[in-house]
């Protein structure tokens, strides 16, 4: 099975966007056993766009071509493919009323060009938009499958992951199964872990282990090559083991769509506690990245911003003099700033934050430095960190500290 | 002049690595007046890199190929162009005497093949790394140019620019430049945007217009060509006006760099006034993304998180009997609020969310339901949205018209 993938778009010829579309359906075909050859990006231009169909055509079993599926005249993938495969484009029912709907309740008028997105091909089969308007398409000519599907990456990532990726499992099932496995890990850098697992990395080729890093957390994909899922399970259960045996502290949770406030949210849940935050450099981030999880409500009622000097004194009713004594970027800063929280809001927990985001100095402190507080019924305690890069990767460095610092806590208990 | 990059690397196409040497290479380009009409990504496989070269060099004029000149044996880039285009490979004196130095100065015995990556051409130019040990090469065949450049964009992008690019200008002197400019627009979405401006778009050649949707924002890029700087300004700023008669209520601001929030601090700053904020369904993400721009101290010191209706009365001090009447999601709620926010905070403005982030409805009212209050010194008041999709697309959302309802607010002033 050979698969190609054609993005089409001038914004990428013109390096003002970078194709990582072609990177998460690569990384995607892989786990299904479907090997890509080649990637082409084409611009907004239907006879380089039908020419390089052809070679597609001719090379490959599966073409996967990303964007141009909007409402708009240079969106014509879809007009390109239709007339290149001999297809009518007719009205997907279910889309259409989608698309009317999201109109009403927008309450604004729907302009005609918005039909276009909700066009699929005769023999097609439209693949559901979650997050957008404009529809994806399947379909299979007598040689060759085309999957078409939209451009922005918070519309292609959610129609492959839960339409595209079972409709291929159906349609080109592969007699070695990949299974794979995500595992998390959080304080630990990558080239770090690669070292530490270097003799099992080099090792393993059943499973492999692809590490990959991502802003503050590094995940490693385990994937085993079988034809059955449990003998699937116990490969990557024995890897998972002799990974963990090695860097087992760092490791959070399992999954692709997991992250550390969903772990931290759940474990909250079960132990049936509250949080609240106060927050100076991160100035609300944290307590928003507890609320990015559903169900958030059972465990979080609100907290402060207390960005300035005069609202740490104000809102949190902390010691005008303790602050000038010691300063806002102190331990004894957030000490008072997460006693204070807890105690105001009557939750179980208070983290708080207080620190240098940048771009300059703030009392003599550098850039990076963080104290976090987290205080509980029985005791207060802050922690120190030296974070690097620049204010938003400090500030989601902090936030991301907190998160685990709450986590371990809860563990502990 | 058509210009065309191939990548090569297997890792690509397993999704291990994004392509951004493309990105680059592509802005680059562009820069110089060269226009790129193909990105491709080859795996570390002879055939298919000769299959794509002989394509490449009957569409273009310059093939740019990125990756494969290291040492190992899957590093074939050099290899395969050479016989391509029939040349011998021979040593680069420069490349040597640098290769031989590091490895001196590493204290480190120098392995064989390494010395493949200082070949060149016979006939063609080595370009120096200054970051690695692997030479570029640029070769001029009769019909084609082929300029070969290192993978790692470490080593890639030093060499580009100080050897390639002065190269290129030399060899092949553009009569045009490309100026750009981007305008972005809020509260108006790409197709209604497009359809706004579908005749300028249609008939306009010079500058072009290339809209471009982003999550609550779309922005339109215009590229004009010519030969000196001032005349494209010209014809820039002749578009823009054109393009405001049309959509000029929905314009923010100019740059790709920019944002909503970038545009209201400075708002703020210039009229010397202070923001506060009570967040209910969006947990601190707007105040967040204010302190996303540096120096937003100047006119945020703090503000609330009040995601309970506890909080809205324990830190708002809002009247029980007013929720229990109207309910969280109303407007009298936002509007006590933000007038409660400005006056406990003592702020020029206040800013209030609350709503229905989802997934489920709340109060019997749908998911995406949103009021947010504004209140100044003169008067408070509240606004009703019907935000569409996911939970956090709808939180981003009002995060957006929150920024927005502030700029116009601060405009009018």
């Not at 072609?22 to 611009?43: K, R």
């Not at 602050?323 to 983290?351: F, H, P, W």
């Not at 030296?386 to 986590?407: K, P």
Request: charged share 25%.
């Amino acid at each position: 099975m050979k698969a190609e993938i054609i993005a089409v778009g001038t914004e990428i010829l013109l390096g003002q966007v970078v194709n990582t579309n072609a990177t998460f359906i690569s990384e995607e075909l892989a786990d299904l056993g479907i090997e890509v050859y080649y990637h082409s990006v084409v611009g907004d231009n239907p006879e380089r766009l039908e020419s390089l169909l052809k070679t597609a055509d001719n090379r490959s079993d599966l073409v996967v071509l990303c964007g141009g599926l909007g409402p708009t005249t240079d969106d014509l993938t879809k007009d390109v493919v239709a007339k290149y495969v001999g297809q009518n484009l007719v009205e997907d029912v279910a889309g259409r009323k989608e698309l009317d709907l999201f109109f009403t309740r927008a309450k604004r008028k729907m302009t005609s060009n918005n039909l276009r997105q909700v066009l699929v091909f005769e023999d097609g089969i439209a693949l559901p938009n979650e997050t957008g308007l404009a529809i994806g398409i399947f379909y299979q000519s007598s040689t060759t499958a085309f999957l078409l599907l939209p451009g922005p990456p918070s519309e292609l990532r959610p129609m492959f992951l839960h339409h595209g990726k079972a409709l291929l499992t159906e349609k080109f099932p592969q007699a070695d199964k990949l299974i794979s496995r995500v595992l998390r890990f959080y304080g630990i850098g990558e080239s770090q872990l690669v070292t530490q697992l270097a003799d099992l990395i080099e090792e393993q080729t059943n499973p492999t282990i692809a590490p990959y890093a991502k802003p503050n957390e590094v995940t490693l994909r385990l994937t085993a090559k079988v034809q059955d899922e449990i003998s699937g399970i116990k490969l990557l259960d024995k890897t998972e083991s002799a990974i963990l045996e090695e860097v087992g502290e760092y490791f959070y949770g399992y999954g692709e769509e997991n992250s550390l406030e969903a772990v931290v949210v759940k474990l909250l849940q079960e132990k049936k506690c509250r949080v609240t935050a106060a927050e100076s450099l991160t100035a609300g981030q944290f307590q928003a990245t507890l609320a990015n999880v559903s169900g958030a409500s059972a465990i979080f009622a609100g907290g402060f911003v207390t960005y300035a000097k005069e609202q740490k004194e104000q809102l949190l009713q902390i010691d005008p003099a303790l602050l000038d004594e010691y300063g806002v970027v102190s331990e004894e800063c957030a000490k008072a700033m997460a006693q204070n929280a807890r105690t105001i809001v009557g939750a179980d927990y208070a983290l708080s934050f207080t620190g240098v985001a940048g771009p300059t100095e703030l009392e003599g402190q550098p850039v990076g430095t963080v104290w976090i507080g987290l205080a509980s019924e029985t005791e207060v305690k802050a922690y120190l960190y030296h974070f690097t890069r620049n204010r938003s990767y400090v500030r989601h460095s902090a936030v991301m500290a907190g998160l685990d610092l709450l986590r371990r806590t809860l563990l502990a208990k």
